[in-house]
């Protein structure tokens, strides 16, 4: 079976930077696999390539065992409605309500209609813990339900490949756990395959998946889950002693 989710040599330079150095990693069907680093190592850049928001400068990427970048437009455009994408700062749209925020997918990529619409929707959103928040917008939500309800948009095709991009980031820690153990029990209930960029060490813990660390431009993988822990501790430590 093939991986699915495989990056082959993958470079990427920025202004003549290089922030990926030939970066090379696979998650198995139904799998989950982290990237830690500090900010601005290229983490983002590496999820976008990896969702075909952006194309490598070099190397291959690859869903269940199709090169990505072989595919035409309409092949591509085809295969992206298999996949989900979570943006770090939610991105919901800000003039929609939560509801419309999350069938926008449904709407647009499945032209279904609103007898369809409603049901898919609302058991998503039970899914994921959002009762009673159809009619509100998006600054009208707690964080930790801006993530459920940007993840929520993002599952709702039922997608087999979901990215995230740091879902954890600028919330408390109990809302961190929280939203960890949401991605855990997708994970488990739905096999969706994810890749993620995760810097909380307690999620990473939690999750108790491969975590891999991108320094310059390198991907330094563990993919035993406990080495994976100490090895991000270890980064920040370092870190927090040179500041």
């Known amino acids: 079976m093939a991986d699915a989710i495989r990056l082959d040599n993958v470079r990427f330079s920025f202004s003549g930077v290089p922030l990926l150095r030939g970066v090379s990693f696979a998650v198995e069907p139904g ?15 590496l999820l976008e390539i990896c969702s075909s928001l952006r194309a490598p400068q070099g190397g291959a990427v690859f869903w269940d065992g199709i090169n ?32 419309d925020n999350i069938a926008l997918p449904l709407r647009y990529h499945r032209h279904m209609a609103e007898r369809e619409v409603r049901p898919a ?9 959002l009762f009673n928040v159809d009619k509100r917008f998006p ?16 599952v709702v095709m039922g997608p087999s490949l ?7 980031a600028g919330v408390d820690p109990i809302t961190a756990a929280s939203l960890g153990s949401v991605l855990r029990d997708l994970n488990a209930n739905r096999q969706i395959t994810m890749a993620m960029i995760c810097n909380n ?3 990473l ?13 390198n991907l330094f993988d563990y993919r ?15 870190l927090r002693k040179s500041l």
């Open 31 to 45: 799998g989950m696999f982290a990237v830690a680093g500090q900010s601005g190592c290229g983490k983002t850049t």
């Open 68 to 99: 990505v970048g072989s595919l035409t437009h309409s092949g591509l455009m085809r295969a992206r409605q298999q996949i989900g994408y979570v943006f770090q700062k939610h991105a919901l749209i800000h003039n929609f309500t939560v509801f």
């Open 121 to 129: 929707v609302h058991e998503c959103m039970e899914e994921l813990g």
């Open 139 to 154: 600054n009208e939500l707690s964080a930790a339900q801006s993530r459920c309800a940007a993840i929520a948009r993002a």
């Open 162 to 168: 979901l990215f995230l991009d740091e879902p954890t």
């Open 201 to 203: 060490v307690d999620v």
């Open 205 to 217: 813990r939690m999750l108790s998946c491969p975590v891999a660390v991108l320094d310059n431009g």
């Open 224 to 238: 035993d889950p406990a080495a994976a822990v100490r090895g991000v501790e270890s980064m920040f430590t370092v």
